[in-house]
């Protein structure tokens, strides 16, 4: 009944809106105002008559107040605006993704902060993509790391090693984490959430490892999207004092306008471990089966702490040129789509950050263990040591792109930009003891030029300069270039790519390097310039699972970190060849997912790589349920040639070259269940199955050892709705 009278209610606005669009302007108010009263008045009648049971013209009839008569004509144009709202698309438009992204449930990218030009990216979905957690696995074919979940580590592949400028310090700990520049954005047509664990569930709690993933985005509006993240990795270790926990937490924003773009956000990253400088005896690795927590260390009571603050916006906005769109016969000029035709984008692009580390440690006087470790330097305590190193950047750029034809052109952009980087950079000095604390500062300027286009699906490049022209890094520069064909053979959906690219820069080394003072580390350097040319092709072709890369790098006055961990540089040239192969084959049920590096450095002394590293993955997959519940019963074996892997400096937190071990040729297997059970992926291992076999090598880094047998168990279950 409440229904019918709404219903009549609204028909009666209608109908005063009608009459009111039919007459003229002088009369329409007095008209709507007499039809709207008195509709109220025979509905306020009605619905009095209805709820008493009697007749319209009886004499019981109670009449409404105004006042209930406004809220009543107030819920009415609600209900109005509701239905009309539940009736009308929501749709996203925005020059910035075409029809075929736009439409999809959920789509992702990275902010380019240049020049505000989104790359897409594919998101990680199934079982095969989570299985494994650790990005040494998930990414590459192993790496150099300190064997606990969270810890510092380092891609086998050079090409793949990727370094914060403004701190080096935190390059190691990048993979766990993001920057401005690899943290995905969302778009998503209903809310989506992931929940993730991977761990030793049932192990000692000595050696328990836990990593936690909780995402949650969602749109507001077809445009507006937030997004939260939080992810832990850590574990107690494997040997005395190694606990870790390394934590992710950011929270980010974007929006996609006709002509206003804008991504932004806040990431919090911490670490802290237990430092312990790695075992003393290797042999009590290598022949024996000793509970790891027995295997005496060099660092009893030792620590790092590092942070990394940024709040982050690149925004942008289109301002397409009209007076240039062409005229038809009628004068009228072009109907053209979003971001069509020649247009100007404005953009800003800003960065605060705050990062900051701090070591200690207590080494008495007679704990030769200790001292050893750091060669018996001892510059500032001689039993204990507080190091911090702290920077602070603010950098902003502005930028212009211009389209000048459309699009997808051979030339559809040419862009300009210019920034300003302000960095305070603190590190003990040792006029401090005299003149106080205090930081340093640099004022960093530079320009930046780029160019792009592309020729329908077929083809695409574009290349961005940067040339330092104030500051610190004055006179640097860096030329980056990239060029894509892809083909669409009948039979293969996804098409074959060919990707090459290019990348020459000279840049003065970090302040860091050329500057040190701590309880353990001095150094007062000068270095010369840094030079790197690096060339790279990379074949893609999805339908047969299968991807190759070769990089090939020239390197000149690079720098390292010696047998003693003091930051040298190398004077000569030296070069770096990597191949990868990806490629999965299938026979039957029986799966072989393969990853196979090469590399090859022509000094070893300055750059150790492995000349193999494999890591693969064999498996019988079927269907339990179908449709439902599909399984993998199998192992995964990663594997390196023997070199001398870098050794690991706690009071620095960086990787230093040594030339005393080797480790390598030794195969680390697991065992597995890994499931897929509609949403959820979800797995069993049993890590190091093959432990003592066929020896007991199963270093990870020089005098670091990856984890013991142990079972371990992950989930990865995203909610969603259809």
């Known amino acids: 009944m409440f229904r019918k009278r709404i219903s009549l209610l609204l028909a009666l606005v209608l109908c005063a809106a009608g009459a009111y669009a039919q007459v003229p302007d002088s009369l329409a108010g007095k008209m709507a105002a007499d039809t709207m009263k008195a509709a109220m008045d025979s509905l306020a009648m009605r619905m009095t008559a209805d709820s008493l049971g009697v007749a319209a013209d009886s004499s019981a009839i109670v009449a409404y107040t105004k006042k209930e008569l406004r809220r009543m004509h107030r819920d009415s144009i609600w209900a109005y605006k509701d239905s009309v709202l539940r009736n009308t698309p929501r749709l996203l438009h925005t020059y910035v993704f075409d029809d075929t992204t736009k439409f999809k449930r959920m789509f992702l990218w990275n902010a380019d902060t240049w020049f505000n030009k989104p790359v897409s990216i594919n998101p990680d979905t199934t079982y095969n993509d989570w299985i494994n957690e650790q990005p040494g696995q998930k990414y590459d074919a192993g790496a150099v790391s300190l064997g606990v979940s969270g810890s510092a580590m380092m891609y086998n592949n050079w090409f793949m090693r990727k370094g914060l400028e403004a701190f080096p310090f935190f390059d190691y700990y990048l993979p766990y984490s993001y920057t401005p520049e690899t943290l995905p954005f969302y778009n998503t047509k209903t809310p989506y959430t992931e929940l993730a664990y991977w761990g030793t569930l049932f192990a000692n ?421 179908k449709n439902v519940l599909t399984a993998q019963l199998g192992a995964n074996a990663t594997f390196t040639t023997e070199y001398y892997a870098p050794g690991y400096s706690p009071a620095l937190g960086v990787f230093y070259n040594q030339k005393r071990e080797k480790i390598g040729n030794n195969p680390y297997i697991d065992l597995f269940v890994n499931l897929q059970w509609k949403r959820a992926s979800i797995f069993v291992k049993y890590v190091n199955a093959a432990q003592g076999w066929p020896e007991g090598d199963y270093f990870s880094a020089f005098r670091y050892i990856r984890s013991q047998k142990a079972l371990k168990f992950g989930i990865h279950w995203p909610f969603y709705v259809k």
């Open 205 to 625: 709690k000595k050696m328990e490892e836990a990593n936690i993933r909780i995402l949650h985005t969602q749109n507001f509006t077809p445009s507006f999207n937030i997004n939260f993240l939080y992810q832990r990795f850590g574990s107690a270790g494997m040997l005395l004092n190694e606990k870790t926990d390394n934590r992710t937490l950011a929270f980010t924003g974007n929006y996609l306008g006709k002509r206003y773009v804008a991504q932004g956000g806040y990431i919090f990253n911490r670490i802290k471990r237990d430092e312990n400088g790695g075992i003393t005896d290797p042999s009590m690795v290598l022949d024996t089966l000793l509970d790891a927590k027995v295997i005496p260390v060099a660092l009893k009571e030792a620590a790092n702490t590092l942070k990394r603050n940024t709040i982050f916006l690149t925004h942008s906005y289109g301002i397409p040129f009209k007076f240039l769109q062409k005229r038809d016969s009628l004068g009228r000029r072009d109907s053209l789509g979003l971001g069509e035709g020649t247009m100007a984008y404005i953009g800003h692009s800003a960065d605060a950050s705050f990062y900051s580390k701090k070591y200690t440690d207590k080494i008495a006087l007679d704990d030769t263990l200790g001292r050893e470790l750091y060669h018996n330097r001892f510059y500032i305590n001689p039993t204990e040591s507080a190091d911090s190193m702290r920077v602070f950047k603010l950098e902003n750029r502005l930028f212009i792109n211009l389209q000048p034809w459309a699009k997808e052109a051979i030339v559809s952009n040419l862009s300009a930009g210019i920034g300003h980087q302000y960095l305070s950079l603190y590190g003990f000095r040792q006029d401090f003891f005299l003149e106080g604390n205090s930081s340093s500062s640099q004022n960093n300027m530079y320009m930046y030029f780029g160019a792009g286009g592309k020729l329908k699906r077929y083809f695409s490049w574009d290349g961005i300069g940067v040339y330092n022209f104030a500051g610190y890094y004055q006179n640097d520069f860096s030329i980056d270039g990239k060029v894509k064909f892809s083909s669409y053979p009948k039979g293969m959906k996804q098409g074959i790519h060919l990707t090459g690219a290019l990348h020459v820069s000279q840049r003065r080394p970090n302040y860091f390097f050329n500057n040190a003072y701590t309880n353990h580390y001095v150094w007062e350097n000068d270095f010369a310039k840094t030079t790197q040319t690096k060339v790279e092709a990379r074949l893609e072709i999805p339908d047969w699972q299968m991807e190759a890369f070769f990089g090939y790098s020239i390197l000149e006055n690079n720098t390292y970190f010696d047998s003693l961990s003091v930051v040298r540089q190398n004077p000569e040239t030296m070069n770096i060849l990597t191949a990868y192969l990806k490629k999965n084959l299938r026979l039957w049920k029986f799966h072989m997912d393969n990853k196979v590096l090469f590399q090859m450095s022509s000094d070893e002394d300055v750059v150790p790589l492995p000349d193999l590293a494999l890591d693969l993955r064999y498996y019988f997959q079927f269907e339990l349920v």
